[in-house]
Nanobody
């Protein structure tokens, strides 16, 4: 299982970013995919999750209405569109899949929201 995130960067408050996660090594279309984030000194938290077919999504209350998770099973990729970004969204964002009862993570991509 291999997950590679991209798309992070520095953005001003109120701005937008789109994160991507390219997956390989498993049957992507059969598994739920998730985005987590971890800020310095804080625990890792679930940001958003999407079902295998993309029809069901769940969001942390702190990002609901601002972030949108989506996936393209033909491209083995999952995305996180982040709008109306706030300084408190600053974190390393990680892609996750639970495969055969084991969590797999990408290396993460840094998102910094600052003026």
């Amino acid at each position: 299982v291999h997950l590679v995130e991209s798309g992070g960067g520095l953005v001003q408050p109120g701005g937008s970013l789109r994160l991507s996660c390219a997956a390989s090594g498993f049957t992507f279309s059969s598994y739920y995919m998730s985005w987590y984030r971890q800020a310095p000194g804080k625990e890792r938290e679930l940001v958003a999750q999407i079902s295998s077919g993309g029809g069901n999504t769940n969001y942390a209350s702190s990002v609901k209405g601002r972030f949108t998770i989506s996936r393209d099973n033909a491209k083995n990729s999952v995305y996180l569109q982040m709008n109306s970004l706030k300084p408190e969204d600053t974190a390393v964002y990680l892609c996750n899949v639970c495969y055969w009862a084991q969590d797999y993570w990408g290396q993460g991509t840094q998102v910094t929201v600052s003026s």
